[in-house]
């Protein structure tokens, strides 16, 4: 079974309605399904993401893993609606480098994780390559991307508060994962923010759906 991974039910929402999928937990986790297909619902930020994850790989059997949804760009490159596969994912506020490590690696855990795109890259031809850095701070601002996100040995574009944890979650379990995130917005550049995010997020629940339709 294929499981589709989110923080936000409106970024979904669009997706589980035409699949039929059916509301099979509600109580701590939002999780809908049929006999192919699972969607979960997690919340916003790592310890979330990592948790309702970990919950659904002990007691469901899934085979792999997609995250999709939308986040923040730092990358002067993208713009507004952009689609992006992403390649390497790091933690923008791990920092053991007192011990040796590279900054954004968790100690004895590998240094970035790797996602499992090749399909995904053949059906999504419009695709940019990006590689992104997850945290429980909502960076918002050029300063920030200056103290947390610059410091890692990696050109960085994208910016979440869950991409990593499900990552991590998904080595641990030994589980394919595939992310596609759409850009809601650029930090420092106005010009490319025309959308509000209210109103883009309801564009971007569209725009996810034609993708899953694609890949799924």
Do not use: W
Request: glycine share 6%; charged share 25%.
């Amino acid at each position: 079974m294929k499981l589709i991974i989110g923080a936000m039910h409106e970024e979904l929402q669009d997706s589980i309605a035409f699949y039929k999928l059916n509301k099979v937990e509600n109580e701590k986790f939002t999780i809908y399904k049929n006999e192919e297909i699972m969607f979960c619902i997690t919340g916003i930020g790592l310890v979330n993401a990592a948790a309702q994850l970990s919950y659904i790989l002990s007691k469901y059997d899934i085979d792999s893993i997609i995250n999709i949804g939308t986040s923040g760009g730092c990358d002067k490159e993208l713009k507004q609606g952009d689609i992006l596969i992403i390649d390497k994912i790091y933690n923008s506020v791990a920092d053991a480098t007192a011990f040796g490590y590279a900054y954004g690696q968790v100690p004895r855990m590998p240094k970035y994780y790797e996602t499992s795109n090749k399909d995904i890259i053949k059906t999504i031809s419009k695709a940019k390559i990006k590689n992104i850095a997850s945290s429980d701070i909502f960076i918002h601002s050029t300063e920030q991307v200056k103290n947390f996100i610059n410091k890692i040995e990696d050109k960085i574009s994208v910016l979440d508060m869950e991409c990593f944890a499900y990552a991590q979650t998904a080595y641990l379990f030994e589980k394919e994962f595939s992310v596609i995130k759409i850009i809601s917005d650029v930090i420092g550049e106005k010009n490319t923010n025309n959308v509000q995010f209210n109103d883009f997020i309801k564009i971007a629940g569209k725009e996810i759906l034609e993708i899953l339709k694609k890949i799924l």
